[in-house]
């Protein structure tokens, strides 16, 4: 009876701790989704005949204000899922995909500076935020 409580015990934290992942990056897009300088898309693909949710995809686009703590954010959870990050001449892509029984998600953020990237610089000027929820 102990073993089984213990293992109920370690599935929820381990539950909980993959959901975390999609739970700060999604309340930061949520923050910033209203802010004057960004523009939030949303749609949702539904099987036409039982009308269930199939997947959903969120767009969220930032001028300036909001960037750094996005890219911390996916630093921050980047232990919770495959994370990716890759910077070039003109900024940085971040791809963190989760995945757990009821859904597979992927997060992804373009960072674009007009000046170029600069290592001793974290400044961008633009930022584009895509999650990707596909329900199974």
């Known amino acids: 009876m102990i073993r089984r409580l213990i293992l109920i015990l370690f599935f929820t934290i381990g539950t909980l701790i993959a959901s975390m992942a999609q739970n700060s990056i999604d309340r930061q897009v949520e923050r910033y989704s209203s802010i004057g300088q ?5 749609a949702v693909e539904r099987d036409p005949r039982t009308r ?3 997947k959903v995809v969120k767009v969220l686009e930032l001028h300036q204000k909001g960037i750094t703590a996005l890219i911390e954010s996916f630093k921050a959870e980047a232990s919770n899922g ?36 600069d290592k001793n610089s974290n400044y961008y000027a633009h930022a584009k935020v895509t999650i990707i929820i596909k329900y199974k």
């Open 52 to 54: 269930k949710v199939q």
């Open 38 to 42: 960004s523009r939030f898309t949303s």
């Open 82 to 117: 495959d994370f990716t990050e890759k910077r070039d001449g003109n900024g940085c892509t971040m791809i963190l995909t989760t995945k757990n029984s009821r859904q597979n998600r992927v997060y992804m953020l373009k960072c674009d500076s007009p000046y170029g990237y």
